[in-house]
């Protein structure tokens, strides 16, 4: 089931054109960024489809893997991914522990610095630092990740690790990828999706310094009543999935930073793709998918994940 | 629309004056701040309008950008600072970095080390550092720009930060820009821009070491019943926004620190420009102005620029 | 009483496996899991029963050793671990200055870093830092104890601390087992051994970067209804103790973490030794037995452990 | 000319049998080699054309690009070895910095870190460091370069120098190449490629724990009296260069470490050609091929390298 | 006699053109090169002249102010530039901390952070580091400047040192200016200004990571034979001034780095006006002229450096 092993030489024009939008970060930043975007099936197409496996942490380990036993193996995610021909696989330290040696330049690596897990929940959530910029290196990885709950009360000291990270990461050349998910007591439920909100969090990651964003699907909603108010005065088109996938990415520096979605609820695969064809139409430069992946058996995860990068190429 | 490009030699006598204000500090910190003061259409003449674009961050995108959609661009905002030919270009780690190599050394940069957002609110706000004095030197910047919240809570915070950020900056050079902003639990709405409470932040600025003070044009109004006291006892001068602005001045070291202010509110063209020639008349040292630039189109943004550099002139 | 001495020199083809489950750790990693797993009378089998002696700072002397006086002393369980042939023995920094220069090379020793007492409780408990790597080291030991509360609401600190210690160890080649025990006001007394809820703890520890994971023995009960469903919709076997320490394996990267169970209550040894036939049974990895080790005479000690070592074999 | 976007998954047999000699280093060693060996026209196939050019440091630039002029340009360098499918490019810290940026992510790039040059020359020559290991991560590089000169009188500044790098390196994941080049007042001039004398200069590399060695290719001659004996007694065959090339390969680890040969002289490309399958025969790794590859004009280094490439193939 | 201030904004397609030389460097050394670019007379150009002054250090103080006795003075040098229009000036620690408060902003400075003198004299000279990375930064600066002396049995001293403070100052956004002056017990005193010798100055800076290279006007003369032998050969031509000059910049990376000249002997003016224009003609980026400056009037000084500028412009 396994790729053909194969070579990368000169980038794509669409490649430079987005390394365009790092220049001033240094030559280690854009190699890393190139690892990612030269990197399997999509390699060369200025899209991105990233496996990431945190959910062991995030959610416990049966509800992650209960569905797909073989996911409780570490190996079973690089395979996985190289089977698959993604751009990257993000994980928490353990699990890239676990198979980095044996599957060491298969696959282009994404250290998920910090983690947040469920047997103590709170409605302003934090994540914490749960591995290093020097873990990244010994383990030969292209980047870290770090999730940050904009709106959460604790918003602030997650704020303040990744600027720390960041500079530490981009200092040895790493590139950032960056979890924006907005929670926190003053958000409700649905405003986490809300259209303001999904393209503020875009916004805050970019600002932070991030290389890569990744954000929920936005629906249309609208949560702030000061960010209504503008929408509807100016006339923002966010109708469409599309449309509103395009308002994100507007919103992370106009398409000069990267921007990847999650993958979606369980709704059906027909829903997914329809939500990939979106993500495509609006801009959008790909997508990162766990739980869609590795919770249904490893020859369908490998289909699924080849037909949403037939849809992106 | 782009300027020539020109060249500075000697300061002018109004240069030097302000500059023999900060006698004792290093050359490093003169030299940055006559880089501010040397550039752009009012070089040399003691004063400055600062172009600041932070407010991605902290209203969220589609209310910053959304009614001049090409603001979302991180170049935009560098090629508005050189067309206009702003003294200084103030913003966050992520708009800075976007643009910094392309623009090297077309308009001094001030980076804006901490950040607030409008996804948590509290009325006892503070502002979250995001990037460093070292991010401020590998991006060739001026200076640090840093918020404080006099009257928060958590005020201290922000001191005791803003404190190592300067002690910091000025050993390799950097100027230091600060935003001084009360609120609080304390303070009225009316009372963030009474006459007492702005020259009072305006003053704890300068005694935090702050080499440029921003502060908003203050109202008629005292707040404080001790501060009024003493108002109405010595009848303090402050019917006109002129005689506001000087006493604001006057509050900030007698005229050794340079204080700016910010660009007021939509009421329109004409009072904005009537407000510049009070803080001209009051003796305030120039601008920065904001929403009032890019919310509006580039042409129409460079053209009332001009026009406020002519007042200053 | 003691054993006779033997001497490793080729690992079993059993270690060999257990140990490529940590390639990409430092060659000084493996040797020090491979001396835990080649010592005492277990050697070579894969399996390990540790004698940990960490209560009396965790419950004070009297509790600890008042059933058995000749535990107050520090030689008296170093001399018990050897008499018993147990593959370590893990203590907090003073039992073991106090015996590791006697008893040098004898018994492979694990200093336990972090503490928690009774004379302060917290229904969100967490545990600090009392020793160090460097004591490790200069203390001759294989690896480092440390011990996790998931589910406080202090789990954040010990995580992050757990972080720094780990990335160190791993450095100068240290193993490092962690103690992963959910407690916390949002779990339930029963919610701390129920099974999602161990399980759940292994995966943490397992992902944190852990080489050893000890864990107690899970009930059959399921605390959190996330997890309820899934345990239920993807009949996951936890029906028999040997079905439940299989699935902490499992949920442990699925067998390539090694896990090791406390020993359980007072309840007899009968009981004892059929929880030790289904550890074994269930694919787990050892024991790891203090008070119903050192809270009997010595002889008797010596004998039970002997009883659950032929167990194991 | 350029070579067509393609991209790598899994590793080969071949390449997972080579990192399984390099068992022990860290993840990120492993995928930096893997970089190099799944890289270019050669990927997968366990051979490598590396295109070295650091001779305008050491012979001076018209020595160096006089016969083909393009190569002043640091960006020939680049673009010849991504045209040509080179596994890596290795330079000193300026010709890396001119073309890092632009050439991101489209050849693995190894910082020569020492240097000598010809304005000064003694028969006991030393290298000195130009650039550091922080320079190879910025820059985003694979790994580094470092020559030592085995035999000069200095040769102990250089092995000390080496390994403070060689164990900086490793840390944070970085490859360690050696150019070993035997040289001294106790060398003849033929001792320099003799058989003995090369063979124990790799082995001195190897036991200096670099990952890859570079050496000349071995006459016949034999430099030692004590080592002659030897190779008389035990009659170890190195007749023809291809059982020399066997012989440095075996002296290097027993073909544990990956051993490539410098590109001869001007002789012809006959001569070449024969040289190279001389080396495919006797087990080498590959060719490190700089004078004879930019000396010429593009198209015709292009096709010799394309010639040699499918010699090792 | 001062000039008036004026204000660069946006740079030349020159300047800019220069600048994508130097892509991967950061923004702050960017910035820095652009800001010698852009000011003064030349400004835009592409072109500067530098007024440095080290002879005090270099020759002592009569030898270099006793003819022009305003020179004792530090501030004259600094209003030398200043009323010539200089691009930058550079200086030992002593004479900028001696001017730099009192003209702060007014000409760029370059720290010239090593020096020799003339009260110890060895064929194999050595430059000694006489001010900091730090220094640089308090001061204002936009660069640093090292010598090395290529070819002196000390060179890799220099080298080295030259590394560690390369390193540092682009670290913190600083401009790194090299001269690159052969010297040595193998390199006849002809031979310090012979072509071959010269190109070979200019590569080494080149490939230190030099972004200013400062070298001597080269002479017909070639002085390593194996140099001459690709010089007839290749028939490069070296002829005339301006070709020397030309193969001089084509051998510091083709173009892609600035070189620039020294001010040549005492033969008088019309012999310097005609070797600025063969500067000129051979692509040379400018001039850096110390003792034709400051060691005659400072009118005549102004006027003969106008002229220059008046030739490059």
């Not at 353990?94 to 469920?118: H, Q, R």
């Not at 909100?197 to 929920?216: N, S």
Request: hydrophobic share 40%.
């Amino acid at each position: 089931m396994s790729q053909q092993t194969l070579t990368g030489t000169a980038s794509t024009p669409r490649v430079r054109e987005i390394l365009a939008g790092y220049a001033g970060e240094n030559p280690g930043v854009l190699t890393n960024l190139a690892r990612l975007l030269n990197h399997g099936t999509l390699a060369g197409t200025g899209r991105m489809v990233i496996l990431p496996v945190d959910q062991g942490v995030e959610h416990g380990p049966a509800r992650s893997f209960g569905m797909n036993a073989a996911g409780y193996d570490p190996d079973y995610h690089f395979q996985l991914a190289v089977d698959a021909g993604c751009n990257g696989y993000a994980a928490p330290l353990g699990f890239l522990e676990a198979g980095a040696a044996k599957y060491a330049g298969e696959v282009p690596l994404i250290l998920k610095v910090n983690n947040n897990n469920s047997l103590f929940s709170d409605k302003n959530p934090i994540s914490v630092q749960t591995s290093s910029i020097h873990d990244a290196l010994r383990l030969g990885c292209a980047g870290i990740g770090y999730t940050i709950y904009p709106g959460s009360a604790h918003a602030g000291v997650m704020y303040e690790q990744l600027r720390e990270l960041t500079e530490e990461a981009k200092a040895v050349g790493l590139a950032v990828v960056v979890w924006s998910y907005p929670r926190g007591e003053q958000i409700s439920k649905e405003g986490e999706t809300s259209m303001d909100v999904i393209a503020y969090a875009a916004q805050i990651a970019a600002q932070m310094g991030a290389h890569v964003i990744k954000v929920k699907l936005p629906s249309a909603r609208l949560e702030q009543e000061a960010a209504r108010k503008v929408y509807e005065a100016e006339g923002i088109k966010i109708d469409t999935l599309a449309d509103r996938v395009r308002h994100v990415v507007q919103s992370a520096f106009n398409g000069k930073r990267i921007v990847i979605f999650s993958g979606g609820g369980k709704a059906g695969d027909a829903q997914l793709f329809e939500q990939i064809q979106a993500i495509r139409d609006g801009g959008g430069f790909g997508s990162i998918i766990g739980r869609n992946s590795f919770q249904r058996p490893h020859d369908d995860a490998v289909a699924m994940l080849h037909k949403i990068m037939e849809i992106y190429r």
